[in-house]
Structure formats: structure tokens, C-alpha cells
């Protein structure tokens, strides 16, 4: 039965019959050059795609040239054998880039994927063998690409007890109680995953973080993940806690300008060296939450984090620190905290250090304008921090495909560092001139047999490392590769599903979040509707952030307001300051405004509100009868699994919509636009 298990790598067998006659003379003769692990792993994938499409094994040789037909291998490699220095193009595009197309070498054509290093030939197989899955191969064509982002990297928020921080498929994949003596055959398939998208990093630990990774039991353990991963082309990074000199170095302090405290962490590292030669470095959450950081010892982000660099840079490891920090003992706009802390900081940092963001100011929310630190510092490495595990877009009993929404971030324009800046030209590199690059995705990975909890799930691991490659792929043309890789060629599976993916994040928003409201979801399990949360810390009430009260709704972050609008570029500040001009997906991010307030169709806040809800709930229905009409044409297993939790997702999206709207109402005592379904 089809579980999910195989991901995106399922090879299914190729129908049309010229087709598998073309493609079964490619595998007939591979001259592979190298001997490497980088090298077992290629020809091990393409074993297993070539038994799994067309039912039996390749023939891979390094002499028979007159029985070749595809040349696997680094640049250097092949001009070796034919003589000639092939492909130049690829030259410049680093070790992980890769040139396939075809090659007339002494009368006869072959076809050639080529790599700077092996694992640019690694990724070229792996962009190959998506070719023939979806169907797009074509010999005559050539292809070069590189990624665009150093670092295309997983967070893990995975504790050392299996559970995992916001993680709904099961229990952490890391069996740290097994490890290292049993090696779980699904770390393999999990960095072949990885692989197969370029994914290059993985954090293993959760950045609320626990010292004792830090000790040399844990360090075993993590050299076993790390040398399976080495061959995928995978870098181990782990989370570091500030506090660990007091708890597992016996110190009193951990204030970075203590000798002691520089020196606890110089041996730490030159240890975790010893276990794993090229471990990534450290990835740092500190004086967020709770967690302990700097600030203790009166500190600031970057003295605490150039130690930490320093103590990196002999061995080539990084320090990725986060810009997540926020507290409520600041009586300040929450959405302001991290520009507050790290602006000041600019041109501060090692170059060895990379402050990671996330994609908003407040958290992940199912819309939420661009961080305003992208832009704002010009001599800092920022990186990109999406999450890909669902928190607040339905956990994994929704279907959310999230490419759309990384996709609206990714191309929002900043304005700085010049006119025509983007986020992502300023996370590549691009507009920004940063060197160390660095895209992060919150995995959603877990025990699941699917591994993601909700089939869909995984269409979110995939566009999250295709975009991290690419940052300027569009997310339709990631959704249609994947529906491919994961269900075949039929057309209709194509349609209905992508134009149900397509539409999914938007509805998602409607039902949740409309009109830039935010953070209304129950309190710390941030699953369903509670926009009545009140008491306590208030930055953890809904009603800190949506504010209805008789006479309208939203928070002001204008200059009359919070001011945080002005930590955007001037173009940004002065036109959403207006609200007649701001986008309106935005419009209650920033403005508190009167229930009766005018928007674009004419139509009153209040009633707007209530349509863009409604119209969520059309929406999950749709998408629910779109899939149902698929039935038959899908194996029963995944078709019913993924029927099931659409039905549920309506549910959910009716609870939204009705349990909003309704508390809304108590404030607005207005009735109900007259064409919703009436929520009660
Ligand atoms: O989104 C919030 C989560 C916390 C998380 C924190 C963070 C790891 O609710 O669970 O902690 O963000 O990003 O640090």
C-alpha cells in the first residue's frame, strides 16, 4: 500500500514504452568515474530508480567507452577521458553546481552529467531522475544550475527525549537512546530526501536548547548522524545553550567576557572537532523566552555571539544566532523588539556569524508583512528562518501548502539596500553582497510513517528546500514537480490537486487571519480560534494584538501607534501609513480602524471581515469536493487519508469563521453580511 513512506523519490514505473526504451539504454551504460562515498551514494539511487522505473539494474563501467551512453562525473574527471575541457560554463558555479545535456565525443552523442565536485554530480543526478518523474527530460536540452543560497538548511526543534517543540508527525527521528550503536535505516532515506532538494544543513536539536548535547555521549551520537549525512553533502550544526558553562562545565557564569566561560567553550569546540571534522557550528537562541543568553551579564547579541564565532573560526564552523527575542517586561510593541536589539549592533558581528530571522516580526503567523530587519542592517550576514511544521496554519491536520506564502515574502520588496531590493535578494546575496547565505526551514519531519503527518506535509519540505536553492522559483512551478514525483502523470490528479495547493494558504488566512489580523489562536498550543484570550504575560493575549472594541479593530503601528511601521524603508512607512493605501491583506496589521471604515469593493470593514471568513470556509469545502472528485483515480490509502483530514479542515475552518466572527460581533453589534452563511 501506498503509505507515503517513499516521499517525492518514488520512481514509479515509466509507461510509455519509447520512453523506457530511451531511458533503459541510458542505464545501460554508465562510464562513472571516482570511487568516493559521494560517488556509492549516486550509483546507490540510481540503482534503486532504475530497478523501481524500469525493473532492472544499471551497468555501470569505467572502460567500456564503446558501451557507453551517459557519462557521470566532475568536470575534471571527464576531461581526463575525452581529452577536452568539457562544459567551462559550470567552472564558475562552485562545487555544488552541475551541467547535464548532451556531448559529441568521436562520432557518437552521450549524454553527460557533470558536477564541479562529486556532490554537484550528486545534485545533477538527483535533477535528472526529477526530469524523468516528470516527465520534462528531454537529451537534446542542457541544463546548468547551482544553488543560490550557501546554506539551505533544517531546524530541528527536536528535544533529546523524542518529543519535538511544535511537531505533529510523531516523535523526533533521532533515537538518541539507540545511538550510536543502531543505525535507523531512515536516516539514510532521510538525507537522501534532503539531498535530492540540496538541502546541505541540519540542525538536530531544538534551539530551546539542552547542554547536555554538548557532552561527549551526545557528541558520539551525533558523529554516527553526521558521518552517514557527510556523503549527502549534509552538514551537521547543533544547538548551543548559552548557560551550558554552568551546567555541564562547572562554572558560576556564562558571561562570554569571562576567561573561563571563553575557555569552557574553546574546549567544547576543539572537542565536538574531534568527533565531527567539519561540523557547521552553532545555532543559538538566546535571551528569548526564557532562554538564557547575554543579557544576564549585561551583554549584548553580538559580544555573545563573536565569542561563540571566535571560538568557530579556527575550524571553519559558524555561529547562526537568532533575531526571535521579544519580552514583555518591555512595555513596547513586541513587533519592534528585534530591529530595537540587532540595529544598533550592525557592522558588530564576526563575519563568521549569520543572524537568523524570521520571515515576520511576530511569529510565523499565517500572513505576515516582511520582517523589518531585512533592509534595515547593511553590514550584517542575515539569514531567512520559515517555518515548515504548521503551528499556527492548522498543525498537520490541515492541508496549507506554504510555497505561496514564502513566496510573498521572498519577493517583497525592502527598498534598501537600493530602490529595487527584495528579501530575497538580500538573503542570497544579491542586493545585500553578503557572502555567507543562509535559508532555514522549522522541519515538520517526524516517527509518521509518511513523515510529516499530513500527506501534504510533504509538498512543504520539498518547496521549502527548492526555494532555499532557488528563492526565485515560482511556488506553482514547485507544487506541479511535486505532484508529479508524488502521484504520477495523470492530468486531472494534476489539475484539481495543484489549483487545491494553490489556493490552500490563501484560504487558510481567510478562515484564520483576515485583513492582517493576527494571533488569535488558542493560547500556547496555538491550535484554533481564541480570539478572547486574556490575563497574564500580554503579549501572549489575542487581545494585545487584534484590539476590537466598540468602535473598531486592529492594532496602530503607525506613527500615532506603536510606530513600528517606521522600521520599514521610507517608501513602505509613508504609503502604508494611509489606509486607503496600505494592501489590504495588511490593513489590521497596522491600523485600528472603525467597524464601518470603507475598503476597496465599497463594502464596511465589518462586512469585509465577515466575507473574507466565509469565503475561507467556501474555499476549505471546495477543496474538499476537488479532492473527493479524485477518488478512484488516487490509491485508496493516500486518497482517503488526505479526504479524511479535509473534512476535518472544513470543520476547522467553520469553528474559525463562526467562533470569530461571533466574539467580533460582541464589539462590533453589527448584523452579519446578509450573503455569509450565518455563523452561529
Ligand atoms: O513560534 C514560537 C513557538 C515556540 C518556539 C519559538 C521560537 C522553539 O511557539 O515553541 O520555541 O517560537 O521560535 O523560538
Same mark, same amino acid.
Given at each position: 500500500?501506498?503509505?507515503?513512506?517513499?516521499?517525492?523519490?518514488?520512481? +514509479?514505473?515509466?509507461?510509455?514504452?519509447?520512453?523506457?526504451?530511451?531511458?533503459?539504454?541510458?542505464?545501460?551504460?554508465?562510464?562513472?568515474?571516482?570511487?568516493? *562515498?559521494?560517488?556509492?551514494?549516486?550509483? $546507490?539511487?540510481?540503482?534503486?530508480?532504475?530497478?523501481?522505473?524500469?525493473?532492472?539494474?544499471?551497468?555501470?563501467? $569505467?572502460?567500456?567507452?564503446?558501451?557507453?551512453?551517459?557519462?557521470?562525473?566532475?568536470?575534471?574527471?571527464?576531461?581526463?577521458?575525452?581529452?577536452?575541457?568539457?562544459?567551462?560554463q559550470? !567552472?564558475n558555479?562552485?562545487?555544488?553546481?552541475?551541467?547535464?545535456? +548532451?556531448?559529441?565525443?568521436?562520432?557518437?552523442?552521450?549524454?553527460?552529467?557533470?558536477?564541479?565536485?562529486?556532490?554537484?554530480?550528486?545534485?545533477?543526478v538527483?535533477?535528472?531522475?526529477k526530469?524523468? $518523474?516528470?516527465?520534462?527530460?528531454?537529451?537534446?536540452?542542457?541544463?546548468?544550475?547551482?544553488?543560490?543560497?550557501?546554506?539551505?538548511?533544517?531546524n =530541528?526543534?527536536? /528535544?533529546?527525549?523524542?518529543?519535538?517543540?511544535?511537531?505533529?508527525?510523531?516523535?523526533?527521528?533521532?533515537?538518541? =537512546?539507540?545511538?550510536?550503536?543502531?543505525?535507523?535505516?531512515?536516516?539514510?532515506?532521510?538525507?537522501?530526501?534532503?539531498? +535530492?532538494?540540496?538541502?546541505?544543513?541540519? &540542525?538536530?536539536?531544538?534551539?530551546?536548547a539542552?547542554?547536555?548535547?554538548?557532552?561527549?555521549?551526545?557528541?558520539?551520537?551525533?558523529?554516527?548522524l553526521?558521518?552517514?549525512?557527510?556523503?549527502?553533502?549534509?552538514?551537521?550544526?547543533?544547538?548551543?545553550?548559552?548557560?551550558?558553562?554552568?551546567?555541564?562545565?562547572?562554572?558560576?557564569?556564562?558571561?562570554?567576557?569571562?576567561?573561563?566561560?571563553v575557555?569552557?567553550?574553546?574546549k567544547?569546540?576543539? %572537542?565536538?572537532?574531534?568527533?565531527?571534522?567539519?561540523?557547521?557550528?552553532?545555532?543559538?537562541?538566546?535571551?528569548?523566552?526564557?532562554?538564557?543568553?547575554?543579557?544576564?551579564?549585561?551583554?549584548?547579541?553580538?559580544?555573545?555571539?563573536?565569542?561563540?564565532?571566535?571560538?568557530?573560526?579556527?575550524?571553519?564552523?559558524i555561529?547562526?544566532?537568532?533575531?526571535?527575542?521579544?519580552? =514583555?517586561?518591555?512595555? %513596547?510593541?513586541?513587533h519592534?523588539?528585534? /530591529?530595537?536589539e540587532?540595529?544598533?549592533?550592525?557592522?558588530?558581528?564576526?563575519?563568521?556569524?549569520?543572524? $537568523?530571522?524570521?520571515?515576520?516580526?511576530?511569529?510565523?503567523?499565517?500572513?505576515?508583512?516582511? =520582517? *523589518?530587519?531585512?533592509?534595515?542592517?547593511? /553590514?550584517?550576514?542575515?539569514?531567512?528562518?520559515?517555518?515548515?511544521?504548521?503551528?499556527?496554519l492548522?498543525?498537520?491536520?490541515?492541508?496549507?501548502?506554504?510555497a505561496?506564502?514564502?513566496?510573498?515574502?521572498? !519577493?517583497?520588496?525592502?527598498?534598501?539596500? &537600493?530602490?529595487?531590493?527584495?528579501?530575497?535578494?538580500?538573503?542570497?546575496?544579491?542586493?545585500?553582497?553578503?557572502?555567507?547565505?543562509?535559508?532555514?526551514?522549522?522541519? /515538520?519531519?517526524?516517527?509518521?510513517?509518511?513523515?510529516?503527518?499530513?500527506?501534504?506535509?510533504?509538498?512543504?519540505?520539498?518547496?521549502?528546500?527548492?526555494q532555499?536553492?532557488?528563492?526565485?522559483?515560482?511556488?506553482?512551478?514547485?507544487?506541479?514537480?511535486?505532484?508529479?514525483?508524488?502521484?504520477?502523470?495523470?492530468?486531472?490528479?494534476?489539475?484539481?490537486?495543484?489549483?487545491?495547493?494553490?489556493?490552500?494558504r %490563501?484560504?487558510?488566512?481567510?478562515?484564520?487571519n *483576515?485583513?492582517?489580523?493576527?494571533?488569535?489562536?488558542?493560547?500556547?498550543?496555538?491550535?484554533?480560534?481564541?480570539?478572547?484570550?486574556?490575563?497574564?504575560?500580554?503579549?501572549w493575549? &489575542?487581545?494585545?494584538?487584534?484590539?476590537?472594541?466598540?468602535?473598531?479593530?486592529?492594532?496602530?503601528?503607525?506613527?500615532?501607534?506603536?510606530?513600528a511601521?517606521?522600521?520599514?524603508? *521610507?517608501?513602505?512607512?509613508?504609503?502604508?501609513?494611509?489606509?486607503?493605501?496600505?494592501?489590504?491583506?495588511?490593513?489590521?496589521?497596522?491600523?485600528?480602524?472603525?467597524?464601518?471604515?470603507?475598503?476597496?469593493?465599497?463594502?464596511?470593514?465589518?462586512?469585509?471581515?465577515?466575507?473574507?471568513?466565509?469565503?475561507?470556509?467556501?474555499?476549505?469545502? &471546495?477543496?474538499?469536493?476537488?479532492?473527493?472528485?479524485?477518488?478512484?483515480?488516487?490509491?485508496?490509502?493516500?486518497? +482517503?487519508?488526505?479526504?479524511?483530514?479535509?473534512?476535518?479542515?472544513?470543520?476547522?475552518?467553520?469553528?474559525? !469563521?463562526?467562533?470569530?466572527?461571533?466574539?467580533?460581533?460582541?464589539?462590533?453589534?453589527?448584523?452579519?453580511?446578509?450573503?455569509?452563511?450565518?455563523?452561529?
Amino acid at each position: 500500500p501506498k503509505d507515503g513512506y517513499e516521499l517525492w523519490l518514488d520512481y +514509479s514505473s515509466i509507461e510509455s514504452s519509447s520512453k523506457r526504451a530511451e531511458i533503459t539504454s541510458l542505464f545501460s551504460g554508465i562510464y562513472f568515474f571516482g570511487q568516493g *562515498p559521494t560517488q556509492q551514494v549516486i550509483q $546507490q539511487e540510481l540503482r534503486l530508480a532504475s530497478q523501481k522505473m524500469m525493473g532492472r539494474d544499471p551497468v555501470f563501467t $569505467q572502460e567500456r567507452l564503446n558501451q557507453t551512453q551517459l557519462w557521470l562525473g566532475t568536470r575534471e574527471e571527464l576531461a581526463q577521458v575525452l581529452g577536452l575541457e568539457t562544459q567551462m560554463q559550470i !567552472r564558475n558555479l562552485g562545487p555544488e553546481g552541475f551541467w547535464r545535456g +548532451s556531448i559529441d565525443f568521436q562520432g557518437k552523442t552521450y549524454y553527460a552529467i557533470i558536477g564541479n565536485q562529486p556532490i554537484g554530480v550528486l545534485y545533477g543526478v538527483f535533477d535528472w531522475l526529477k526530469s524523468i $518523474q516528470t516527465d520534462t527530460f528531454d537529451p537534446k536540452s542542457e541544463k546548468t544550475d547551482a544553488p543560490k543560497v550557501k546554506l539551505r538548511m533544517l531546524n =530541528h526543534w527536536d /528535544n533529546l527525549d523524542r518529543t519535538v517543540e511544535r511537531g505533529y508527525a510523531g516523535f523526533s527521528i533521532w533515537d538518541w =537512546h539507540r545511538l550510536p550503536g543502531f543505525i535507523d535505516p531512515r536516516y539514510i532515506d532521510y538525507a537522501r530526501a534532503n539531498a +535530492s532538494l540540496g538541502i546541505n544543513a541540519v &540542525s538536530l536539536t531544538n534551539v530551546n536548547a539542552n547542554a547536555f548535547i554538548l557532552t561527549p555521549d551526545f557528541m558520539k551520537k551525533a558523529k554516527v548522524l553526521a558521518d552517514l549525512f557527510r556523503p549527502y553533502g549534509i552538514k551537521v550544526f547543533l544547538t548551543a545553550r548559552f548557560s551550558a558553562p554552568i551546567e555541564i562545565g562547572g562554572l558560576k557564569t556564562a558571561d562570554p567576557l569571562d576567561p573561563e566561560v571563553v575557555a569552557f567553550w574553546k574546549k567544547k569546540t576543539e %572537542e565536538m572537532y574531534s568527533f565531527i571534522p567539519d561540523f557547521g557550528g552553532f545555532l543559538v537562541k538566546a535571551n528569548s523566552e526564557g532562554q538564557p543568553g547575554p543579557h544576564e551579564y549585561g551583554r549584548n547579541h553580538a559580544e555573545g555571539a563573536n565569542m561563540l564565532a571566535d571560538v568557530l573560526a579556527p575550524h571553519g564552523g559558524i555561529v547562526i544566532w537568532r533575531a526571535f527575542v521579544y519580552s =514583555h517586561e518591555i512595555d %513596547e510593541d513586541r513587533h519592534k523588539q528585534a /530591529n530595537f536589539e540587532f540595529e544598533p549592533l550592525d557592522g558588530k558581528f564576526r563575519d563568521n556569524v549569520i543572524i $537568523q530571522v524570521k520571515n515576520g516580526a511576530i511569529d510565523f503567523m499565517p500572513r505576515e508583512p516582511f =520582517h *523589518p530587519l531585512f533592509g534595515a542592517v547593511k /553590514n550584517t550576514n542575515l539569514g531567512m528562518e520559515f517555518q515548515i511544521t504548521q503551528e499556527y496554519l492548522g498543525q498537520a491536520t490541515q492541508l496549507v501548502y506554504l510555497a505561496p506564502m514564502w513566496e510573498e515574502v521572498l !519577493r517583497s520588496k525592502t527598498y534598501r539596500p &537600493s530602490p529595487t531590493s527584495t528579501v530575497a535578494g538580500i538573503i542570497d546575496g544579491s542586493d545585500s553582497g553578503q557572502k555567507l547565505t543562509l535559508m532555514a526551514g522549522v522541519s /515538520n519531519i517526524g516517527t509518521d510513517r509518511n513523515w510529516t503527518g499530513h500527506l501534504f506535509g510533504q509538498a512543504n519540505w520539498f518547496a521549502f528546500g527548492r526555494q532555499a536553492w532557488d528563492p526565485n522559483l515560482s511556488s506553482e512551478e514547485i507544487a506541479e514537480e511535486w505532484i508529479k514525483m508524488t502521484f504520477g502523470q495523470n492530468k486531472d490528479i494534476l489539475a484539481k490537486t495543484k489549483e487545491i495547493m494553490l489556493e490552500s494558504r %490563501e484560504a487558510a488566512v481567510n478562515y484564520m487571519n *483576515p485583513l492582517g489580523l493576527h494571533h488569535i489562536m488558542g493560547r500556547s498550543h496555538h491550535y484554533g480560534p481564541a480570539p478572547w484570550v486574556e490575563g497574564g504575560r500580554a503579549d501572549w493575549t &489575542s487581545l494585545y494584538y487584534h484590539r476590537a472594541d466598540s468602535e473598531g479593530i486592529g492594532f496602530d503601528r503607525t506613527a500615532t501607534g506603536s510606530g513600528a511601521l517606521n522600521q520599514y524603508a *521610507p517608501e513602505i512607512a509613508n504609503s502604508w501609513s494611509d489606509p486607503t493605501q496600505i494592501p489590504e491583506k495588511y490593513l489590521l496589521w497596522f491600523h485600528h480602524l472603525p467597524w464601518d471604515f470603507e475598503l476597496k469593493s465599497g463594502r464596511s470593514l465589518w462586512e469585509e471581515i465577515g466575507l473574507h471568513y466565509d469565503q475561507g470556509v467556501k474555499t476549505a469545502r &471546495s477543496m474538499k469536493s476537488e479532492w473527493d472528485s479524485l477518488q478512484g483515480q488516487i490509491d485508496p490509502e493516500r486518497f +482517503s487519508h488526505v479526504s479524511q483530514l479535509l473534512a476535518v479542515q472544513v470543520q476547522e475552518a467553520e469553528w474559525w !469563521r463562526n467562533a470569530c466572527l461571533l466574539y467580533f460581533q460582541t464589539f462590533a453589534q453589527r448584523p452579519f453580511p446578509e450573503e455569509i452563511e450565518q455563523p452561529q
